[in-house]
């Protein structure tokens, strides 16, 4: 495959493919497209961070791998039956996930959210919006990129992002951002460092991020990795819309 900037013709393969970073990607926003040809396009991946969509013809499903196999974290989000078939074939350590599409509920409750957001109950925590500081922060680790990684410089997300952080001691130690942007919503990224977990900061941080999506009148499309992300998606009125299958490298290899 083969990088194109062709995304007009790229984009109908993935057609009834239900993810707002592929709206992103369409409106040119997100991700690093690949194709088998840029003009005529059977085969595609669209990169955008961690995730890897696939669609088209799954014959394709070796040169799928070569674009993602330098990245432990991938996850592979496949169009069809054919590609998890394919991929899982390959004999390269793919293996399935479940994942979980949620429905967002009509309105938020902005009062609940409020509740949920107050950080008071942890103290020496502070609740803050991402800035400069942080976002250089959130680069520098694992399970913080992703809430900034998607875009190319502090200003790119200033301009066209935001975040609402937790904070310890100037230590950012929990967030929800935005994995992706398009023109009328976001995709959500919430996660909490390893020291800090189960101690209910996503639920506040990601509180205060819904209510700041609602505030600036922006869908916030949630769609939850594991129980854990749709038992705090659950809270904030979102509903399990269906389970799906996607796939990634087994690190047990």
């Known amino acids: ?129 991402i800035n400069e500081e942080y976002y250089e922060q959130a680069l520098k680790e694992e399970w913080s990129w992703a809430f900034v990684g998607n875009f190319s410089d502090y200003k790119d997300f200033a301009e066209n992002a935001f975040g609402c952080c937790i904070t310890h001691e100037g230590r950012l130690i929990c967030a929800a951002s935005c994995y992706s942007v398009y023109s009328r919503g976001v995709e959500v990224e919430i996660a909490t460092h390893p020291d800090y977990r189960r101690k209910g900061l996503a639920t506040t941080a990601g509180a205060a991020f819904i209510g700041e999506c609602a505030k600036r009148g922006l869908k916030a499309h949630w769609d939850a990795a594991n129980t854990m992300s749709l038992k705090i998606a659950s809270k904030f009125g979102y509903t399990l819309k269906e389970e799906y299958t996607a796939l990634c490298f087994d690190k047990e290899e």
């Open 1 to 129: 495959m083969v990088k194109t900037e062709n995304r007009k013709a790229l984009m109908p393969l993935f057609k009834g493919f239900e993810d707002s970073v592929l709206i992103s990607c369409a409106e040119g926003r997100t991700g690093i497209c690949w194709c088998d040809d840029p003009e005529r396009p059977t085969a595609g991946v669209i990169e955008a961070g961690d995730f890897y969509f696939t669609a088209g013809d799954p014959a394709f499903a070796r040169e799928a791998f070569e674009i993602a196999k330098g990245n432990s974290e991938a996850v592979f989000m496949p169009a069809s039956e054919g590609w998890i078939k394919a991929l899982t074939g390959l004999g390269e350590g793919i293996i399935t996930t479940t994942r979980y599409r949620t429905a967002m509920p009509e309105k938020f409750d902005r009062d609940k959210l409020s509740k949920f957001a107050d950080v008071s109950k942890f103290a020496d925590y502070k609740l803050e919006m």
